[in-house]
């Protein structure tokens, strides 16, 4: 029907659906940017009997168009009629969190996330569950990908049968042929091991996370380290020492520079979970491995962390690392080729004076100050 024809009720999506067939791809963008106003104009009946179901059909346009949709589905809750009737936006969503543009999807997936929150419990389990059934088992990897993001959101308000399910489905997506998918499920098994029950980090998930840390892909092994220190943080030190310590460490001398660089990175975030004990006996050696890296991106990132992780080893070992294990390595890095590497080290190499002590402080680290000073890379 053509805008202006018939029934004035239906001018709203007349209008929408001449927009979203116009060739111009800005118009198109325009219309999908009008969509609240339409909504209002149409009502809350309307717009989950007719605009909703329109929206889900038409999920077939220019990547942009489709971003727009994506974001504005995800505040549309109080225009189909509140918490009650949010299970309606869930179609589009879903179709959305299946396309092939990975920006779509991770709209679409925030968007989830976002209107999960406004589901009762039981809207929860019966129409969000289903969803990210659906997409943990979707024949495309676009949908498995986006399935590994929802898990989070619907895990902690579920009951005990369909945590069960949620968890192996997770697992699945772990150990899924495509590496893809994997890299999804290994960057969001930090965050969904902080809503699972103790006793199934324990069983199920420590054993994912190493194998992830251990895939074949290093973009996998990368995303499982950046998730280790949650992890971490929820277990007893026994646990961590015996569980998760042995691939910490295989992590730390990674074949990828990659891998070790994203422990470098990282590096006080799971020296903050771990804790002092394993802190000394595992990580001071680790972080020493690190600053002397043959990659110089390694060793920058490690370089960056030199105050903070000073900072966080127990006091009773702090004069003793430092001078034993950390200042070696500094002395190597005030002369090192890479000006990355130096200018990483120049801007933190003075925090460590508060912790030598003036007579370290004198003797060792001015220095090395005063050589960073005359250098002219050092001190951009």
Known sequence: ????????????????????????VQLRLNSIKKLSTIALALGVERTRSELIPFLTDTIYDEDEVLLALAEQLGTFTPLVGGPDYVHFLLPP??????????????KAVESLRTIASEHSSQDLESHFVPLVKRLSQGDWF?????ACGLFVVVYPRVNANLKAELRLNFRKLCEDDTPMVRRAASGRLGEFAKCVELE???SDLVQLFNNLATDEQDSVRLLAVEGCSNIASILSDEDKQALLMPTVRSAAQDKSWRVRY?????????????????TKNDLVPAFQGLLKDCEA?????????VKDFAEKVPE??????????ILPCVKDLVMDPNQHVKSALASVIMGLSPLLGNDNTIEHLLPLFLTMLKDEVAIR
């Open 1 to 24: 029907m053509a805008a202006g024809d018939g029934d004035d009720s239906l001018y709203p999506i007349a209008v929408l659906i001449d927009e979203l067939r116009n060739e111009d």
């Open 93 to 106: 969503l879903e179709s959305l969190a299946a396309v092939e543009e990975t920006v779509v999807r991770d």
């Open 142 to 146: 676009t949908s498995r990908t986006s």
């Open 200 to 202: 199934f980090v324990k």
């Open 262 to 278: 994203m422990v470098a990175d990282k590096f006080t975030e799971l020296q903050n979970a771990v804790g002092s004990e394993i």
């Open 297 to 305: 991106e390694v060793r920058a990132a490690a370089a960056g962390k």
């Open 316 to 325: 009773d070992v702090r004069e003793q690392v430092l001078m034993t294990n």
